[in-house]
């Protein structure tokens, strides 16, 4: 049987999370401890549109990472150039 199932009816249960949160709608956020996950996307504990948009580390790490590729697909073919002989 879920765990919804089993709780005291749609009301019943915990009561308000604070001062004046009694009335409010939505706005108490996601309940429970923070999933373990490598990449945290959807990001948990954010709302709206912030939940779908990449974090700052996840647009820096991928910026380093593309760039970096850059780097190496230009710097490996291209050999080492010799050092030319004293011009006389």
Do not use: E, I, N
Not at 38 to 45: A, K, N, V
Request: with cysteine.
């Amino acid at each position: 049987m879920r765990k919804a199932a089993q709780s005291k009816g749609r009301r019943g249960g915990k009561p308000p999370a604070g001062p004046g949160a009694a009335g409010r709608r939505g706005t108490g956020g996601p309940t429970g401890p923070k999933p373990k996950r490598f990449l945290d996307y959807p990001r948990w504990g954010k709302r709206g549109v912030r939940r779908w948009l990449p974090s700052w580390k996840q647009m820096l790490s991928v910026f380093l990472l593309g760039f970096g590729g850059v780097v190496g697909v230009w710097a490996t073919p291209t050999p080492p150039s010799a050092c030319p002989g004293p011009m006389r």
